[in-house]
């Protein structure tokens, strides 16, 4: 597993583009047709963040659009978030190129009075009041 580090003004040598597939996926990254298994498919280079992810192989008939751009389009375009991935471009996604937790939202993070493990539910309880929820903590109330 291989990731290449982009930036606006550095990217690889290629073609670049976005390209939508079965599954509500959209995929942008350098591509290339390869043949493998005895077929043609696009290979994806997925963008992510800064860098460029291993190779994504797309079957002709997974194909619904497919859009060239240049390096800089797909650049800007490029998702910066985790949620923005498909889940098989996700599992692919090494460690060090994912956000670390002081990236994420602290929403859920204890805050500094709720040291005390004793305190989880009390803390919890107080966290989800302040969002507005009406979430009933206890299992008792629901009904299944």
Same mark, same amino acid.
């Given at each position: 597993?291989?990731?290449?580090?982009?930036?606006?003004?550095?990217?690889?040598?290629?073609?670049? *583009?976005? @390209?939508? &597939?079965?599954?509500?996926?959209?995929?942008?990254?350098?591509?290339? $047709?390869?043949?493998? =298994?005895?077929?043609?498919?696009?290979?994806?280079?997925?963008?992510?963040?800064?860098?460029?992810?291993?190779?994504?192989?797309?079957?002709?008939?997974?194909?619904?659009?497919?859009?060239?751009?240049?390096?800089?389009?797909?650049?800007?375009?490029?998702?910066?978030?985790?949620?923005?991935?498909? *889940?098989? @471009?996700? &599992?692919?996604?090494?460690?060090?190129?994912?956000?670390?937790?002081? $990236?994420?939202?602290? =929403?859920?993070?204890?805050?500094?009075?709720?040291?005390?493990?004793?305190?989880?539910?009390?803390?919890?309880?107080?966290?989800?009041?302040?969002?507005?929820?009406?979430?009933?903590?206890?299992?008792?109330?629901?009904?299944?």
């Amino acid at each position: 597993m291989s990731i290449t580090a982009i930036t606006a003004m550095s990217m690889p040598e290629g073609d670049y *583009a976005i @390209v939508e &597939a079965l599954g509500h996926r959209t995929l942008i990254g350098r591509v290339v $047709e390869v043949e493998r =298994f005895g077929t043609k498919m696009l290979q994806v280079e997925p963008l992510f963040g800064s860098v460029m992810l291993d190779p994504v192989l797309l079957g002709g008939s997974a194909i619904y659009q497919f859009t060239p751009c240049s390096a800089e389009t797909a650049y800007a375009r490029r998702p910066q978030q985790v949620h923005q991935l498909c *889940a098989s @471009v996700l &599992a692919i996604v090494p460690p060090v190129a994912l956000p670390s937790n002081n $990236e994420l939202p602290g =929403f859920f993070a204890a805050d500094d009075s709720d040291d005390d493990g004793d305190c989880q539910w009390e803390a919890r309880e107080a966290r989800v009041a302040r969002l507005g929820d009406d979430i009933d903590i206890d299992d008792e109330g629901r009904p299944f």
